[in-house]
Every structure is written in C-alpha cells, then in structure tokens.
C-alpha cells in the first residue's frame, strides 16, 4: 500500500511496509514514537518538491474546491505508471474519490489511515530529509497567510457580515441611548421637572438642557436655535414656576457631560443607519424596497447570511424571529403566530388588524422572491422589489376595502328574503 502525504512544501509518497500495524490502531501512536521505529512501518519512496510558493497556493487552493492540481497530477501519473497496482491511502475521502475517478486507482480512508496520517506528521521532519525544518516552518507559514487570504477575498459571506455587525450595533445603540435619555430626564427633571412635560422630542430636551443649564438662566437665554418660537415661551414660562429643587454647578456638570455624549451617540447612530442603508441598497436591493432597511437586515442577521435566509421558505420568513412563540403555541396546542421580524414592515405594521395576517403571508412570499434575486441574481437593480412593493399596496387597500364593506354591512352575509306568502 502506498500513502499519498501532503505537506507544505509538497507531496510524499510512502511505501507502507508492515500493513498488519493498521488493525490495532491504539497502539500505531507508539510505534512512532522514535524515528527508527517509524522507518520500520513507513519508507519515504519519493518527494515532489513545491518550487515556489505559488505553487503550494494553487495546490492547497485545488485542495479546497475539490480539484487535482497540477502537481498533484504528474504525481498520480507516475503512480498509475510504477505501482497501477498498489492501494492509495489519502487523507480526504472526497479527494480519494476524484482521484478513483480520474486514475482509476483504488483508494482507501478510514480511521486507521486517519490515524496513520497522524503519526507521520509527527515524524515529517526526520522521515522526508529533502526539506529543512527551518524551510518547512516558513513555507507552513506563507502558506497559511495566503490561504486564510483566499478564503476571505472568495467568501460570499464576508459582505453579509457587515450588515450583521451594523444593524447589531444598531440595535445596541438604541439601547444604550434610551437608558441615556431616561437618566437624564430623571435626573434634570429634579431641578427642573416641568421641562419633560413641555418638551417630548428626545433630541430636543437633550440639547435644551446642554444650553440650558440652571433654570433661572432661562430668561435671558436664547433657546431659539433648539427649540420653535411657541415652545421656547413655554420653556421660560415654565422656569419661572418651576417646583424643582437647586443644583450645584457640579451637578450640572456632570448633566451637561451626560447630555454631550448622547447627542454624540445620537450623530454616530444617524452616519451607522446612513452606512447600513448604502450597504442594504448594494447587496439586497430588492429586499430593501420591499421590507426596509432595518427589517431586511434583521432578517439577514438572524438567518446568518443572505444565502442562508435565500434557502428559507416563505412559511419560515414570516415568522423568522418568534421561534420562542411558535413553540410554545405548539407544546400547548394554542394558535402558532402568524408574525415575526417582518411585522415590523410598513406594509403589516400600518395595516389594520383584520388583514395583518393576510399581509404577513402574502409580503413572505414576495420576500422570498426578493431575497433569492438578490442572493442568486445577476443583476443589481431594484425592479422586482418595486414591482411587488406596488402590487402589495394595491392587495392591502382591495382588503381594507372588503373589511370596511363587511363592517358597514355592504355585503356582509347572505341577503334576507321576506316569505313568500300566497294569499288567496
């Protein structure tokens, strides 16, 4: 039986002498122990060196996608021409199966094999002399730079990644700049508690209290550039009844502090969703039109990956996200949701309550459509989402009508008939 090796810096052939040592494979480790142990078992028959780097690239990277090299095959053509004959042992079963399919030579992987390829690696360096252990730690090391290279730059799913990453941090931002917002509130509304009241915009109150500070600074201040004319009097009207407690300077301080980094975590989140819409439009147009930006990336998130989310059905889509419901509705044999992440679209979430599970079904099912274009297709345009985006608002008012018709009693159940009375 030969072994087929592979290395770093090119392909070993091995003669294996004593066959009997691959049926008690719990003691094959100690026989390779020492290097004469293992020359006993294994006998180097030859080595095809690697010339360049490049070369060891495009082998390694023919190894990924399934294929034979080019030195891999003038290899197997001088064993098909010395030993036709000879079992092959190879490392991976997929490529012993090509190699059978190509050569016509029979090959063999199982555990014992596995377990064989294991302790000669332990012994590589003293059973192939051709290579220095010096050449082969560097050659081990460009080529695992380079590989790691490859894979990223032919990654279908490194785009996804950073649609991923950016509604996650999206969705932590939200978060984060709630609990910002309720703490200062709660904590100026102590020194001016009728400020919430007057002014409900989040943004606003913010920036109304980094400029405002003490309250009693108020009327003289110009609040004109953060709020309209009406709320600005509001304001000043308000500070001079006010029934909040006094601060110190270092209160407010520490308030103007807090103000300064949500407004900055306010601007990061407008140039992330800005990022994440440019990013949504260039990889899923389609999807884009039709769900959103947000709702399209959630989905993407939650499935891994554009590819894995094209691979879901319809029936799956629409209630992507309410696992938890679903299988609870199951295991108490309750009525399963009829929505997940996609409820947050506009075309369910602005519809009326009597056709949101219509709508819930019938945007599954376009999105499903959607999302294998964008995820298959060759194109990069937008036409289908829009397409089907014009089709679900005309579907959406043609239902609201019927439900409006039902509700006035237009057409509401079979028509009444007075008796027929035959009076004589």
Known sequence: MLVLYETSTGYAVFKLLDEKKLVQIENLYDEFQTFDKASSIVQLQKFYKFSTTEDAMSAA???????????????????????????????????????????????????????????????????????????????????????????????????????IQAVSLLDDLDKELNNYIMRCREWYGWHFPELGSVVQDHAAYVKTVKKLGMRTASITMDLSDVLPADLEQRVKDAAQISMGTEISDEDIRHITGLCDQIIEMQDYRSQLFEYLRNRMAAIAPNLTVLLGELVGARLISHAGSLMSLAKHPASTIQILGAEKALFRALKKKHDTPKYGLIYHAQLISQSSQKIKGKMSRMVAAKASLSIRVDALGETDDADLGTLQRGYLENKAKELESIESGKMGGIGGGPKKFDKYQNKR
């Open 61 to 163: 990277t023919a190894a990924v996608e399934g294929k034979i090299g080019k030195k891999l095959k003038k290899v197997l053509k001088k064993i098909v021409a010395e030993d036709a004959n000879e079992q092959l042992a190879v490392a991976d079963s997929l490529l012993g199966k090509v190699i059978k399919d190509k050569f016509n030579l029979t090959c063999v992987h199982n555990t014992a094999i596995s377990e064989l390829m294991r302790c000669i690696r332990t012994q590589t360096n003293n059973l192939i002399t051709e290579v220095s252990e010096r050449e082969n730690t560097a050659m081990s090391l460009g080529l695992a730079h380079g590989l790691s290279r490859y894979k990223l730059k032919f990654s279908g799913d490194k785009i996804d990644t950073m649609i």
